[in-house]
């Protein structure tokens, strides 16, 4: 393709904002058709921007997934709270989720308020309405209309794909005229390390209990492709006290094995090779505090 612009393709970046758990991450990766994204029943899941890419028509749409948008109290989330933030005042277009079974909460309400102050264009997602009745849904999107000023309401369920087709459709014909910026067939700009370390943290997320995965990271350490084109992979999970180094290693290993076992199955398929994967947990006390820690997550450290 040559890099003159083209005015017939149009290109733009649509940021997914909303409450930790409305189903950015899913919808994300269902407006992309692959896992790009990784998604817990837990809150704040996502910790920094990740871009998902798909094509529809003539039209490129950068998605960018963003950490739920909740009261900061560590630093970690603090990080995690202005990261969303930037990533919808960056945005040619913010998609606004609401989890349509929760409705408005105080934390979607503090997000609505604070939409006046973004500048780019506004439509709301009415996500889940799988677990809603109709009339509960007109009730929702015409409160949540008064209160912020949207383009357009769409409501749909990104765990079944229900109006995701027409979400992404309407976004095809609304994004700027523009040359595309990434290849037609790349889904992500994420580099394999990084999604290697965040599916090795989705696995944290669903087997370990209650505050565990808030107080653990993940990183990739070594990415080796062996003569006979199997992945070595070696991950550090980092935890703040040897207790925790503990309840992650499990009775006998067990639970690192199966975080190990389940992590490994799905690299494995994302690279379509075999996959080595040693995962090693170490005790860094404080890494919360730890500015390389968030460089390595793609986070800005706070100062405070
Ligand atoms: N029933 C139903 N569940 C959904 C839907 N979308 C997402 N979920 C579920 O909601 C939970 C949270 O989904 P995520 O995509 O991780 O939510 P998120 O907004 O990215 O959350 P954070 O990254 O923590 O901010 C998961 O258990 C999903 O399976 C939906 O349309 N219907
Ligand atoms: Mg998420």
């Known amino acids: 393709m040559a890099d003159a612009p083209d005015s017939s393709t149009k290109c733009g970046f649509i940021a997914l904002i909303g409450v930790p758990n409305a189903g950015k991450s899913t919808l994300l990766n269902a407006l992309v058709g692959s896992k790009v994204s990784i998604i817990s029943h837990k809150v704040q899941t996502t910790r920094a ?4 890419i798909a094509i529809e028509g003539r039209s490129q749409l950068i998605f960018v997934d963003t950490p739920g948008i909740f009261s900061p109290k560590r630093r970690l989330d603090r990080a995690m709270v202005t990261t969303a933030w930037s990533g919808a005042h960056e945005a040619d277009l913010v998609g606004v ?4 079974r929760k409705g408005l909460d105080d934390e979607s309400e503090q997000i609505l308020q604070r939409l006046s102050e973004v500048k780019p264009p506004k439509l709301l997602v009415l996500n889940k309405i799988d677990l809603v009745a109709k009339e ?3 009730t929702l999107a015409n409160t949540a209309n008064k209160a912020a000023k949207f383009e357009a309401t769409f409501m749909v369920s990104a765990l079944s794909g229900d109006g995701v087709n027409d979400l992404k459709a309407w976004l095809a014909g609304r994004v700027p005229a523009g ?4 290849p037609p067939d790349q889904m992500s700009d994420a580099p394999m390390r990084q999604l290697a370390a965040e599916i090795t943290r989705e696995k944290l997320f669903e087997r370990l209990h209650q505050e565990l995965p808030y107080h ?3 990183e990739t350490e070594i990415w080796k492709e062996l003569r006979a084109g199997d992945i070595r992979i070696e991950q550090t999970i980092y935890v703040e006290r040897e207790s925790q180094r503990k309840i992650v290693l499990g009775k006998g290993g067990q639970t690192i094995k199966a975080i190990g076992e389940a992590a490994r199955k799905e690299i494995a398929e994302i690279v379509e090779a075999k996959v080595h994967l040693f995962l090693f947990v170490k005790v860094r006390e404080g890494w919360g505090e730890d ?4 460089r390595a997550m793609g986070l800005e450290f706070p100062k405070e």
């Open 49 to 52: 921007l990740i871009r998902g």
């Open 97 to 100: 989720l609401i989890d349509a």
């Open 136 to 138: 509960a849904l007109l």
């Open 179 to 182: 040359p595309w910026l990434y």
């Open 216 to 218: 653990s990271t993940v």
């Open 291 to 294: 500015p390389e820690r968030y």
